[in-house]
């Protein structure tokens, strides 16, 4: 179990792997990955915005969350923070456990919970400026399926 | 009491600073707005519709009735776009 | 858009690395892989079996179905047959989409509908002997929900 | 008419072998199943509960009163356990 905080690039594939890799007693391991899309090209970069202290608390709140709701073998959540490029990965959940359906649930559960509890803010700078991302309110709705 | 208040994304750009100590007697984050939104435009602009901002007291997410008795730092902020 | 049925082993860490790398304006990208569990040390091993020819229709005809469903960019399934050991990866997905909704519920059908409907079979091999591993009246009743 | 039939994972071990020809005229799956259970004891056994066996023509998943009629492949094997 672990939660990681960083403004550094991680290597999504070598975490797949070496999360994949001790399963334990899991069958069933899933991962999501959020990349800066690049809007047709419109965007340059993004910068994310975080409260240092509160980030890490917030994260590690919400994986302890998803463990007692769901029997998980292991849970990892990577966030980066500061400047982003186009097609850059910002994040990173995976989640494993004996069944898919445990797993599938714990990694939504996270990536809900994550965009709309935990203290990121994205600031997008294209052509005709810098703009704060405006809240979606499907992803405040989607914590009410939990 | 001395709080730590803290301005984070478009708060922090309205209101033009990161963080500040505010010297209050103000009993709830809901008199803690009122008396930062009568100090300048600036603050009253940042907070001018609640709807919009979020409160973190301690660094666990609050709500604007939350009491302020025994809390040190205060953050306000827009709704979190992570992920 | 892939799908390859094969005996050899894949590298998954490498594979989801390589989906991620190609986003185009996918956002989110959801990975699953499956590991032979073992079962508190009682598996020895485990045989798959399958259906050449039937078995690479079905599952590009799940997959067809998946990028009717849901906005995808990319879409990957590898599934192995033949003998595995425990803690060997028995098959993976992937998903790429725009937001993470579709990822999600794209590679979630992709895994119901390749569970109960692609010809696999698995045979489970303990110090008792081999036993075909029978379905599970869940997997089947998940098709239910698509 | 002569059908290619195959059979996987304990269909094939209990009849013993994994494909052959079958001459038949039977109009549709439950037909040639009726005519290879009065073949012999194996394939009595192994068609003994239908609910246990699933069918594919020609690759492709189907019911058991579905007709023979162009068919040239039939596959019997128990419900997938793959993923």
Not at chain 1, 28 to 34: I, L, M, N, P, W
Not at chain 2, 8 to 18: K, M, N, S, T, Y
Request: net charge negative.
């Amino acid at each position: 179990m672990s939660v990681r905080v960083q403004q550094e690039a991680f290597d999504y594939g070598a975490e797949c792997a070496a999360f994949a890799a001790q399963p334990g007693s899991a069958g069933a391991v899933v991962t999501f990955c959020g990349i800066v899309r690049d809007n047709d090209g419109t965007l340059r970069g993004m910068e994310i915005e975080h409260y240092p202290g509160m980030t890490e608390r917030a994260l590690a709140r919400i994986e302890a969350e998803a463990r007692t709701r769901w029997s998980l073998t292991d849970a990892l959540i990577i966030h980066r923070h500061g400047p982003l490029m186009p097609g850059e990965m910002i994040m990173m959940v995976a989640t494993a456990s004996r069944h898919r359906a445990e797993a599938f649930a714990a990694a939504e559960f996270l990536m809900d919970y994550l965009k709309s509890r935990a203290p990121f803010w994205k600031k997008e700078q294209t052509a005709e400026g810098a703009a704060w991302v405006a809240a979606r309110d499907e992803d405040e709705d989607a914590l009410g399926r939990w | 009491m001395t709080l730590t208040v803290l301005y984070f994304a478009w708060l922090r750009e309205r209101i033009g600073l990161p963080r500040e100590s505010v010297e209050t007697s103000a009993a709830t984050v809901a008199d803690l707005v009122e008396e930062l939104r009568a100090r300048e435009e600036r603050y009253a602009l940042a907070f001018s519709d609640l709807k919009a901002v979020r409160v973190a007291l301690d660094q666990d997410l609050a709500e604007f009735d939350a009491p302020l008795a025994g809390v040190r730092e205060v953050a306000f902020f827009p709704p979190m776009t992570g992920g």
